[in-house]
């Protein structure tokens, strides 16, 4: 029975993913045009601002603690908006770069491809960040550290890649 | 003359259709020299589109029907796997650090899926005929691989920012709905027994024409030509930075 829900499981996700990508509605890239008319202008300076411990601090120490949370958490509302127009900027410059890909030209392709991973490596840190954003806003007054369970992830990754380096030299 | 039943009309239709898609999409690919982009595709489609050519001319009851019908099948299996593994490669660009991704993905989704087939095999219910059951199980573990690279490869897609017009989405889109219907199909035949023989082999003949008519579409109409020449200068390193940056003040190891 285990086995048989498993399945199914399986044929109901692929169903789903695959009409969700089949009609998938983001803004569409066509052309480096497409790109400056529809980005969203984001000032990190104002991003930074919001997410600033020693802000934090002293709005902590000025205000009353219910006007306090109020505040900050309209603080943290402004970031996750942050983060998510620079998720989508992310994802509009992926398919600029995927679409500059198939052009025969070595540099632009090379230029993609950076910029592809660039972007791929700030969107996998964003659920990170929003993490913290998401318990901050539940506990405005959080000042703690979350463990890092990614970064355990990414030594390991990172000794895998070396091991198998050095099987292909010794093989070599 | 004894009037041809609906069940032969529909079975002949069924077979004749996607037989002809899958030669107006050889050339097609042929035309538009994208055989050495789509090598493995390329090489599924010449084979599927072969053995059903060649399996006309047989005699249906006979070895050589069955020899070439399950070695025609069981490398098509192999060569979609390929396909979507290729689909998958053609995507993610030849960065360091992607490959890396791609990589570990791989290597994760292998172990959970060998360990899912460990279950599928540990489940495996007899029925009356026991070579076909095992037959049905062999297809079904591949089926099951099958939807879950598919699964993987789009959610990499969505990822990636594949525009839906791109031909790898329509390539994926082609085997996920065969995969899943197949999948289903086989698991109501050989698991639950709630469809007969006749009613399985016509739901994977009625997905196959559905895939191999989402895989014409995408390579008979014309292609759209996005002229990118440059990409702009933006300011994703300084996005990245701070983001990193207070991944680095909020989390801390232990």
């Known amino acids: 029975m285990v086995s048989t829900f498993l399945i199914l499981a399986v ?21 480096a045009a497409d790109w400056v008319a529809k980005k969203h202008e984001i000032d990190v300076r104002a991003f930074d601002a919001l997410t600033d411990l020693n802000d934090e601090r002293r709005l902590r120490r000025c205000l009353p603690a219910r006007r306090f949370r109020h505040f900050q958490r309209r603080r943290i509302r402004l970031a996750l908006r942050f983060l998510q127009l620079m998720e989508e900027n992310a994802g ?8 500059a ?30 993490l913290y954003l998401y318990v901050k806003w539940l506990v405005p007054s959080w000042t703690a550290t979350l463990p890092a369970f990614e970064s355990s992830y990414r030594e390991l990754l990172n000794r895998a890649i070396q091991l198998q380096g050095y099987s292909q030299q010794a093989l070599a | 003359m004894r009037p041809m039943s609906s069940l032969r009309f529909v079975t ?43 399996l006309f001319f047989v005699r249906y009851s006979s070895k050589s029907y069955a020899l070439i019908y399950w070695w025609g099948d069981a490398l098509a299996v192999l060569l979609g796997i390929g396909a979507i593994m290729e689909a998958a490669r053609q995507m993610i660009p030849a960065h360091p650090f992607l490959r890396r ?6 290597i994760f989704g292998g172990i959970a899926a060998a360990m899912s087939l460990l279950l599928l095999f540990s489940a495996h219910a007899s029925g009356p005929h026991p070579p076909l059951e095992w037959v049905f199980l062999l297809e079904r573990s591949a089926r ?48 639950l027994h709630f469809v007969t023989d006749v009613t399985l082999v016509l739901l994977n003949s ?27 200068d933006t300011d994703l390193a300084q996005w990245n930075e701070a983001v990193t940056d207070r991944i680095n003040q909020w989390y801390r190891r232990f």
């Open chain 2, 101 to 106: 991704i791609l990589g570990s993905v791989w």
């Open chain 2, 144 to 191: 099951f691989l099958q939807a879950c690279m598919l699964i993987v490869v789009i959610v990499l897609m969505s990822r990636f920012g594949l525009a839906g017009s791109h031909c790898l989405v329509g390539i994926v889109v082609g085997f996920g709905v065969y995969a899943a219907a197949e999948l289903a199909g086989l698991e109501l035949r050989s698991h």
């Open chain 1, 101 to 130: 890909r198939t052009q025969r030209d070595t540099v632009l392709t090379q230029k993609a491809d950076d910029l592809i991973a660039l972007a791929f490596q700030l969107r996998l840190k964003l659920p990170l960040v929003r």
């Open chain 2, 12 to 54: 002949i239709v069924l077979w004749v259709v996607p037989l002809a898609l899958q030669y107006a999409i050889t050339a097609a690919m042929l035309r538009r020299r994208v055989v050495r982009i789509f090598p493995i595709f390329f090489s599924y489609t010449v084979l599927v589109a072969s053995r059903e050519t060649v």
């Open chain 1, 11 to 31: 044929v109901l996700l692929s169903l789903v993913l695959t009409g969700a990508l089949f009609w998938r509605r983001s803004p569409e890239i066509r052309s």
């Open chain 1, 92 to 99: 509009m410059l992926t398919s600029l770069a995927q679409l």
């Open chain 2, 206 to 232: 009625a997905a196959y024409n559905l895939a191999a008519i989402i895989w014409a579409f995408y390579f008979l109409r014309p292609w759209r030509q996005d002229t990118v020449n440059h990409l702009p």
